[in-house]
């Protein structure tokens, strides 16, 4: 029989499974504009659009609801040249995602003609604009430049709270609003940040079989920080 001397539970390795759907998709100043515009398609002033974010932003759970809607497909760029473009074009609707990490160039530019062709929406995601790429194939660029450009900035206090309630309900725990006003006002200030920090409270939370308090969260946010020079 397994088990601890001390009788801390040992945490297991369970993942989360996340509301995705748009619904679930938390609305605020930094992602509102550009969670507007995914809702308008198929008005697009393009069918091509560039949605560019930080990591853990949510580019990626605002376009697996777009596709959805859409009955399209997602494709990581990276898998992109193992796609077939036609197939994909006649999806209606393709998110191509962090395209800035892969280089997929030829296989992008099949896909752009082959959705013109079938009067196809494509969606591409990225952590930067076009100026942070790598170099990339001149008419690759020059559609991206052409279509509509949508971004999402760092949370805001606002945003951050929600999306640390939201993470919390995901692992089905109770978190206590003064405990989330702690974290919002010392964490990092960006949602993959938050991603870790729930994760490390959950796991610390299980391992002590402790509820989520502000001395937990202090604790898990202290031994977060990196550790300073000496």
């Known amino acids: 029989m397994s088990g601890r001397r001390d009788g801390r539970q040992l945490p297991l390795a369970l993942e989360p499974v996340p509301a995705l759907g748009r619904e679930d998709f938390l609305v605020g100043a930094p992602n509102r504009t550009a969670a507007e515009a995914i809702d308008r398609w198929p008005d697009w002033p393009s069918p091509l659009a560039l949605l560019v974010g930080p990591p853990g932003s949510g580019k990626s759970h605002l376009a697996g609801a777009w596709a959805a809607r859409a009955d399209g497909r997602v494709v990581a760029a990276a898998d992109l040249a193992a796609e077939d473009p036609i197939a994909l074009a006649r999806r209606r ?37 076009l100026d942070t790429w790598r170099p990339m194939l001149p008419d690759v660029e020059s559609r991206l430049r052409a279509g509509l450009r949508l971004a999402i900035a760092e949370p805001d206090d606002e945003l951050l709270a929600k999306v640390l309630i939201k993470l919390f309900a995901d692992r089905q725990l109770a978190a206590d609003p003064a405990v989330v006003d ?49």
């Open 93 to 129: 609707a393709v998110a191509v995602e962090d395209a800035d990490r892969a280089v997929a160039d030829v296989a992008l530019f099949h896909l752009l003609n082959a959705a013109q062709a079938e009067g196809a929406s494509v969606l591409v995601t990225a952590r930067g604009g």
């Open 182 to 230: 702690y974290l919002v006002t010392r964490m990092e200030r960006s949602l993959a940040a938050a991603n870790a920090l729930v994760a490390a409270i959950d796991s610390a939370a299980l391992a002590g079989r402790r509820a989520v308090t502000r001395p937990l969260a202090a604790a898990v946010l202290e031994a977060a920080r990196p550790a300073e020079d000496g």
